[in-house]
Nanobody, 124 residues
Framework: QEQPAASGGGLVQPGESLRLSCTAS????????VGWFRQTPGKEREAVSC???????WSAESVKGRFTISRDGDLNIVYLQMSALKSEDTATYFC??????????????????WGQGTQVNVTS
């Protein structure tokens, strides 16, 4: 079963930037709301940023003004541009389809398996 795959993580210092990519062979991401989520050991997965099929977006308060979610329909990629990274952004980041959001939340009921995610480490 096709699943979205996150990539682009790495080790950076506080204040630096990274761009994560969400790709999905066999899925046209343009037809889905897509969300970025992150998880650290022992904690529940939390929503970071989400985008719907019209291009409207939602971001968690903790990343507003620093993270930007966007689509490239031609390349079938959803990006998460992360700037001014902080140590608390260290986590495994996942992307998922079927995301939708309200004023203060985003969720993505799993219609596709969650992938392995991509690790982001922010440390000096």
């Amino acid at each position: 079963q096709e699943q979205p795959a996150a990539s682009g993580g790495g080790l950076v210092q506080p204040g630096e930037s990274l761009r994560l990519s969400c790709t999905a062979s066999g899925l046209a991401l343009a037809y889905y709301g897509v969300g970025w989520f992150r998880q650290t050991p022992g904690k529940e997965r939390e929503a970071v940023s989400c985008i719907d099929t019209s291009g409207s977006t939602w971001s968690a308060e903790s990343v507003k003004g620093r993270f930007t979610i966007s689509r490239d329909g031609d390349l079938n990629i959803v990006y998460l541009q992360m700037s001014a990274l902080k140590s608390e952004d260290t986590a495994t980041y996942f992307c998922q389809v079927n995301a939708y959001f309200g004023d203060n939340w985003c969720t993505a009921p799993s219609i596709r398996p969650w992938g392995q995610g991509t690790q982001v480490n922010v440390t000096s």
